[in-house]
């Protein structure tokens, strides 16, 4: 990193940097330090851990951008730090403007179950989503490059079979 002249890492660089996957305190003092670290979807992580690492940068001279959207999911463990942070931080910005998604009616979707509990998100969405994009159009247009993500193995593996079948 240094050789290279880097001089901001993000956050997932700066914590996957020498393979080490448990990070402490203690294991970090051995890491060089960037003097800015770039940390985005903060949100997703728990205030609890925020608190351990934004400290330890903090005091050690390190400028801290934070990157978060408060409608996303909440951490799986943990409270959402996005008031906590809010409060704590020396400047604080919030826009409402989507600019990756080209598509109005998930735009729409989007706005509509921003804050919004996880239960009410999920219903939305598959309220909404086969209106969008059916999934005859998807396995048409669909091609084995393309990236399947699915949050169960099962369902994941039923329909990559079903692609491939279907791939033309």
Partial sequence: MR?????AQTYHSFFRWSG??????????????PPVVIWDEVCTVSRAV??????????????????????????????SPHAWLKE???Y???TTVDHRSRCEKLSALKRAIRLQSNK?????????????RGWANFVDVWHPRDLLLVTRKAPRDRAQKFLFVHHK
């Fill in 20 to 33: 080490q996957k448990d990070w402490t305190p203690d294991r970090i003092r051995r890491k060089h330090k």
């Fill in 3 to 7: 050789s290279r002249g880097v001089d």
């Fill in 120 to 132: 009410i998100q999920c219903k939305e969405m598959r309220k909404a989503l086969p209106r969008c």
């Fill in 50 to 79: 925020l608190e351990i690492f934004l400290d330890w940068l903090v005091q050690r001279g390190v400028q801290v951008v934070c990157f978060g959207d408060q409608g996303q999911p909440r951490p799986i463990a943990g409270a």
């Fill in 92 to 94: 604080y910005e919030e």
């Fill in 88 to 90: 704590r931080c020396d």
